[in-house]
Structures are given as structure tokens and as C-alpha cells.
């Protein structure tokens, strides 16, 4: 009799956890969804300076990009002068860079999305967004805590096995309230830390509130780290999908 | 010109954006050290030239359609090998568009000043067509080294300090079909008959696959060819393969020909890059080079004359050390007499806009081989660009 109670009792348990659990699940993608989306937009424009910041040097970008959905983007880069008017086109999972100087259009191998994006800390990948934060990860809220001064759900990203993606996993924090991304820690398959990402300078931009200051600061490498000043941004642009061609690469500016 | 910086002035000060300019200023110190024959002829063993290279592009936009580009290059050359080589300025003064537009306009002793106008047009786009009338530099090569199919402005690619490369008088028409295709008829204008051509390209993009398919006449030549890049595995796959057929009438004049280059490059993870490339050109030969065509390599480099062997090789690494510091090396072999070159370089950002680049140009091969009679020579770049 006992026993039975005993029984029931673990199974209820059981079920609840599991119904907690689900719903958990559930809820960490949609709060990864939700601030994935308020970061990018469904389309968007905006102008940024990237700082690559060493001990002894600090070399910057400029660069303007249109995006829309997941599948479009075109980055136009601004300075320095000697690569200025060098062009990024991503569409669906093919990329191409337009080579004003010698009027060149260069298709970009898949292997390709791993070469530095301009000599940066970034790779051409992180600029046009290859993987998906959202679709490429499972999603699980570890716990809850304060950042900046902002309450936020700590959550794990982990990619599925068949991803083509280089990180063990993706610890993040999101705001409770706000919906965006405060901070996201990258670690390597043996769950050690390699990359931490902050974002500040939280600013309403158009319709929405977000940060528009990212820096990134690699584990082992004290003294260097990348910044992105999100100097424009604009969401809900009105792009046309054939803003995303070969011939607009080669007119825009 | 003067028009043009006019032009930008008043557009400047007008606070639009109808006007754009940019460029760069250059000296590159190139060190040659000669071979025992050249030795005996010139009593020297060693020569070099000091270059100060400016280039100015202007863009005037008259509308966002309507486009006016002018390109231009002064290049002060002053040293032993002006005094030494007597027709190394008449040599750099050639320009064999239909309008010439490379002067020296100063000489001296050991030096002389050389301004060329490398592109000169007229863009316009209505919708989905552009017309582009002028200098200009269409690009129809996919490959990174040999091009059998830039039916109009083939380029060397030993001639690094170029980073531009030639342009072609002509006219070009492009529409543009849907996101990745479109169909380009071109004509480049020439005194002589062996330097005009007329073609078409058509791409497209197929699984993946950028394809064109070119066809027209160069010279005396019927052309027909096609060229692609996709990727295997991850590693981008490139090629071109270009038949040259003599018109009737023509059969004297010209030789039936097939160039082909295959290419295969790869980024691994941590961003080494590593490419290969392979030429095969039926015109060239295995056997022993007559030396006398290497001192016109560049004058007659065409699309149908990329080598003067029959098999070539390349090889090229390079990695991205930090992100001020480029190091590169690459390795081009005939593959029937041996003989080749190897092109080490390093470059340098000193500042956003500075630039050092250092790089070497060694060759070796017996005496009647392709590459192994060229001097091999040292140079120092520093580049401000704006």
C-alpha cells in the first residue's frame, strides 16, 4: 500500500518534471527566437566600425550590410580605402565577393567560410551568417542571473551533431524583460571557454530597444579583443529580393 | 581631368555623393640580380629601379545610373635599369588599345615619368541592362592565375605591382536574367585585326555551379569555350577551357588551339589556404624554348597564348599570421623542361592606409627552358591608400 503511494507519488513527479522540462525546452528556444529576432530583424540595413584591438595596434572597418530573413545579406565595405567598395553577397547557401579594382566576381567555396573576413577576427561565416542560433541548436535554460544590472535567463545552446557549426556549445544571457542578448560565452568541444561576447550601449532604435555595442574578448589571448559599433541601423527596410543579386553586388555603394 | 576634378570639387562642396575618389601612392624599390650571359653583355651583375606609382580613380555619378569612371597612373621610374635597358621606358610607354593613351611625358638619363589612362567610361544601367562604352576591364576569367577564357584583357601574372590589371577598348552589353544569370556581348576595338574581339557570354547558376558559356571571334580566330566554379567537398573547383578555330581565310595566319586550366582551392579551419592550379595550353611546347619569344611573353600574351610551355603548374599557400601580417608563397613549373619561378611575399600593415610588402620573384631551369634564364629580383613596397 505504501509502496503504491510510493509509486504514484514518483510517477506524478515524474510526469511533472518531464511537463517542466518540455516546457522549459520550449520556452529557452523561444526566448532565443524571440531575441535572434529582435537583433536582426526580418530585414535590416545598418552601418558599423569594427575595432580589432591587439596590445601594441588597433586596425578598423567600416562596413554597410542589408539583410533579410536568413537567406540575403549584401555587405558593402566602407574603409579602409584600400579595400573600399569591396563587396559580400550571400543568398540562400552560396556567397560571392565583387572585386571592383580588377571587376572580378569570386564565388566563395564552402571551405572559404572559414578565411578571415577582411584580415578581422571575424570569418566571412560570421558575417553572413551561415549557422543559425536558432534552427542549428538545442536550447535549455541552466539558470537565472544578473547582467549589467539586468535579470536574465542564463541559457545552454547546444548544436545538433550533423551542424556545421565549430562550437561545444553557446552559454547565453538574455534579458527577462527586454528580450536581448546581453552576453554569450563560447566554449570548444572539451567545454573549454574560448570566446566571451558582451553587448552594451542598449539604445531604442526605431521600434525596438537593443544594445548596439558588441565586443569580443578571446580567452587566452589577453590584451586583444574586436569591437562592432552598430553606428545605423534601420529594420523593416523595404528590400526587394533582387536587392540581392549579382548585378546590384556589382552597383551598390 | 581638369574637368573632372572641377566636377568633384563643386560636388564636394555641394555635400552629395555624386562624386568619389580614390587611389593610392606608391614606391617599390626592384632589385635584379643578373645571370653570367647578361653579365658579360652589360658589365654589371646586379641592377635596379626605384618606382613611385601614384593612381587616381575618379567615379562621377551623373545619375545612380549613369556613371563616368576615369583611371590613371603616373609611375616615376628612376635607376640603372632605365639607363641600362634602352627600350625599358619605350617598353612601359606601349599601349595597345585602340587609343593610346600611355605617354612619357619626361626623360632623362636614368629616368623617366610615364602617366596612363587605364580605364576611361561611360556606365549605364536601365533596369536590367547595362551599357558600359569606354576602357574598361571585362573579366570573364575564374581562375585565379591562367584565363583561357578573358578573351579581352589577358594579364600576368607575374606583373604583380598591377594590382588593376590592363583594360579594353571597347563596348559591352549586359542584360541581367533573374538573380545569377545574364547574357554579355562585347566587342573590343583595335587598329589590327589580331587584337580585336567580338563574343558573348552567357551564366548561369546550376546546383550550386556559376557556368558560362562563351562564344565569338578573337582575332583570326573563331573562339568557343566555357568556364565554371562550384565546389567539391568544400574545396572551390574552377576551370575554363577555351578551343580556338582559324576563320576561313585565315588558315595561314592563325593555328587551331585548345587552352585549358583546372583549379582547386581550399581554407582549412585554422585559415591556411592552399591552391593548385593546372595549364594546359596545345600551342606550347615540351621541348626547348626559343628565348627570343621571352622577350615578347607580355606583348603577345593572349587568351590563346598563356604560356610557352605546353604543361603548367601552380601551387600557392598563404595565411593571414595576424591581422596586420599577409604571408604568401607561390610556385609556377613548366612541367615538361622543369624549369619555374617561386614567389614568396609578406605583407605589412603599418597603419589602416599603410602598407609594406616585401616579396621575392626566383627562378630556376636550364638555358633553353622556360623560366630559367629571368633574373631574379628583390622588392620593397610601402603603399598609403585614400
Known amino acids: 500500500m505504501c ?7 514518483v510517477l506524478l513527479f515524474l510526469i511533472i518534471a518531464i511537463g517542466c522540462m518540455k516546457a522549459s525546452a520550449q520556452d529557452a528556444k523561444a526566448i532565443v527566437k524571440k531575441s535572434y529576432d529582435l537583433m536582426r530583424g526580418t530585414s535590416s540595413y545598418s552601418e558599423a566600425t569594427m575595432a580589432i584591438i591587439r596590445p601594441k595596434y588597433t586596425r578598423t572597418l567600416q562596413f554597410k550590410s542589408w539583410s533579410k ?145 558588441y565586443e569580443v574578448i578571446p580567452a587566452d589571448k589577453p590584451g586583444q579583443k574586436t569591437t562592432m559599433s552598430m553606428d545605423v541601423i534601420r529594420f523593416g527596410e523595404k528590400l526587394n529580393d533582387n536587392f540581392f543579386s549579382i548585378q546590384n553586388a556589382k552597383r551598390v555603394r | 581631368m581638369i574637368g573632372i576634378l ?7 562642396s555641394a555635400q552629395d ?55 590613371m597612373r603616373n609611375r616615376f621610374y628612376v635607376g640603372g635599369m632605365v639607363r641600362d635597358i634602352p627600350f625599358f621606358a619605350d617598353y612601359t610607354a606601349y599601349d595597345n588599345g585602340k587609343v593610346d593613351m600611355s605617354w612619357n611625358i619626361a626623360t632623362g638619363d636614368n629616368w623617366f615619368l610615364n ?48 594590382e588593376e590589371r590592363p583594360g579594353a577598348d571597347a563596348v559591352k552589353l549586359t542584360r541581367y536574367f533573374g538573380y545569377t544569370a545574364s547574357l554579355e556581348v562585347a566587342y573590343k576595338m583595335a587598329d589590327e585585326m589580331i587584337y580585336r574581339t567580338f563574343a558573348a557570354s552567357y551564366r548561369f547558376n546550376l546546383k550550386g555551379y556559376d557556368i558560362q558559356i562563351i562564344g565569338g571571334w578573337k582575332g583570326y580566330d ?97 595565411y593571414q599570421l595576424s591581422p596586420i601580417t599577409y604571408i604568401s608563397g607561390s610556385v609556377i613549373t613548366n612541367l615538361s623542361d622543369g624549369s619555374g619561378y617561386c614567389g614568396p611575399s609578406v605583407t605589412f600593415s603599418i597603419l589602416d592606409n599603410l602598407d609594406l610588402m616585401t616579396m621575392g620573384q626566383v627562378f630556376w631551369g636550364k638555358s633553353l627552358s622556360e623560366y630559367g634564364n629571368q633574373p631574379n629580383s628583390a622588392y620593397i613596397r610601402l603603399k598609403y591608400s585614400f
Open chain 2, 115 to 162: 602617366t596612363n589612362i587605364d580605364r576611361l567610361y561611360i556606365d549605364y544601367t536601365y533596369q536590367s541592362w547595362n551599357l558600359t562604352v569606354g576602357r574598361q576591364r571585362i573579366n570573364w576569367g575564374i581562375n585565379f592565375v591562367w584565363n583561357p577564357n578573358d578573351l579581352f584583357n589577358t594579364y600576368n601574372y607575374l606583373d604583380f605591382d598591377y
Open chain 1, 69 to 213: 530573413g536568413t537567406d540575403y545579406s549584401l555587405v558593402y565595405v566602407m574603409s579602409p580605402a584600400k579595400d573600399k567598395g569591396q563587396v559580400s553577397l550571400k543568398r540562400d547557401n552560396e556567397m560571392w565577393n565583387w572585386m571592383p579594382s580588377i571587376r572580378r566576381m569570386i564565388k566563395i567555396p564552402p571551405s572559404m567560410m572559414n578565411q578571415s573576413w577582411m584580415g578581422s577576427d571575424l570569418t566571412n561565416d560570421d558575417i553572413v551568417k551561415e549557422s543559425s542560433i536558432v534552427d542549428d541548436y538545442d536550447h535549455k535554460i541552466i539558470g537565472e542571473e544578473s547582467v549589467g544590472g539586468e535579470d536574465c535567463w542564463e541559457i545552454e545552446l547546444v548544436p545538433h551533431e550533423d551542424a556545421a557549426v565549430v562550437w561545444g556549445k553557446i552559454v547565453s544571457m538574455i534579458s527577462k524583460k527586454n528580450g536581448y542578448t546581453l552576453q554569450n560565452k563560447y566554449y570548444d568541444e572539451d567545454e573549454e571557454l574560448v570566446n566571451s561576447e558582451s553587448m552594451s550601449k542598449v539604445k531604442k532604435v526605431g521600434d525596438r530597444t537593443i544594445p548596439t555595442f
Open chain 2, 6 to 12: 572641377i566636377l568633384c570639387l563643386t560636388s564636394v
Open chain 1, 3 to 9: 509502496m503504491q503511494r510510493n509509486i504514484k507519488a
Open chain 2, 17 to 71: 555623393k555624386k562624386c568619389q575618389m580614390s587611389g593610392y601612392v606608391k614606391n617599390m624599390e626592384g632589385v635584379f640580380f643578373l645571370g653570367s650571359s647578361m653579365e658579360e653583355q652589360l658589365g654589371t651583375n646586379m641592377m635596379d629601379y626605384n618606382l613611385t606609382h601614384q593612381r587616381l580613380n575618379f567615379d562621377y555619378f551623373f545619375t545612380s545610373d549613369l556613371l563616368f569612371t576615369v583611371q
Open chain 2, 222 to 318: 573563331l573562339v568557343l569555350g566555357t568556364g565554371w566554379t562550384g565546389n567539391i567537398k568544400g574545396a572551390g573547383f574552377r576551370g575554363e577551357m577555351s578551343y580556338f578555330h582559324p576563320m576561313t581565310g585565315y588558315k595561314d595566319d592563325s593555328k587551331e588551339a585548345l587552352v585549358t586550366s583546372l583549379s582547386l582551392d581550399y581554407t582549412f579551419p585554422k585559415g591556411l589556404y592552399l591552391q593548385t592550379s593546372f595549364l594546359f595550353n596545345s600551342l606550347g611546347t615540351t621541348g626547348d624554348i626559343d628565348q627570343e619569344n621571352l622577350l615578347y611573353v607580355d606583348a603577345n600574351l593572349s587568351a590563346k597564348n598563356l604560356s610557352l610551355g605546353k604543361y603548367e603548374g601552380f601551387v600557392q599557400a598563404s
